[in-house]
């Protein structure tokens, strides 16, 4: 492409970002000396520091068009609802109030970059409600299970545990709003692209 052809790349391009979800329930709740290094508050200041820090490299490198994605409700995935059986299997509100307490972080860092870095366009894509809209009320979705996942048991499996040739695994995984026990289905994740291009992303387009 030669240089300028692809710094104009770089900085028409959109990048997407994430982080949170495994940082929390698979590195802070999981391993104790995460939680004896830094309280729930801390931990969270840790990570939108690592994100400030990311965020500004990539502007650095050229990026100008940024999404970062807020927590979901990580409360209400199968997994962690499989572990809250004593309390019938309910959403672990603790995380899902963690959540909502770090994408109010992350909304105070978008604004505070959008300030501080000159021509950088960063929004925050935030799926919590939409997400917690389609697990109160999967059937308004055209879901039949929110509770479970489609893979397997539906309760704890993830990643190479979860294929089709798991004789537990359903047949039609466009009713349930979770393929695995940690992630959402291709349908799931079609309502909440849909709803944040005409939101979040709008103005990219």
């Known amino acids: 492409l030669g240089d300028e052809k692809a710094n104009k ?4 391009a959109l990048y997407l970002i994430s982080l949170g ?20 508050e801390e931990y969270k200041n840790f990570l939108a520091g690592i994100a400030r820090n990311f965020v500004t490299e990539l502007y650095q490198l050229g990026a ?5 994605g807020g927590l979901p409700p990580m ?26 307490d770090f994408n109010g972080k992350l ?22 409600d939409i997400l ?12 039949e299970d929110a509770a479970i996942a489609c893979c397997a048991t539906g309760m704890f499996e993830m990643g190479y545990m979860c294929n089709k040739f798991n004789p537990f695994t359903c047949t039609d995984a466009n009713k349930f709003v979770f393929w695995d026990s940690f992630h959402p289905t291709e349908k799931t994740n079609g309502i909440v ?13």
């Open 107 to 128: 909304q105070g860092l978008v604004a505070q970059l959008n300030k501080e870095l000159t021509g950088i366009r960063l929004v925050l894509s935030n799926s919590y």
């Open 9 to 12: 790349v770089l900085s028409e």
């Open 132 to 143: 917690s809209e389609i697990i109160q009320n999967p059937y308004s979705f055209g879901f």
């Open 75 to 100: 409360g209400c995935l199968p997994l962690e609802r499989t572990t809250n059986f004593i309390f019938g299997s309910k959403c672990i509100e603790e995380y899902n109030n963690v959540a909502r």
């Open 21 to 40: 979800t495994n940082d929390f329930l698979e590195n802070y709740y999981i391993f104790p000396g995460r939680s004896l290094e830094y309280s729930v």
């Open 64 to 68: 100008r068009k940024i999404s970062m």
């Open 193 to 205: 692209a849909d709803h944040a291009v005409k939101n979040s992303l709008a103005e990219f387009l």
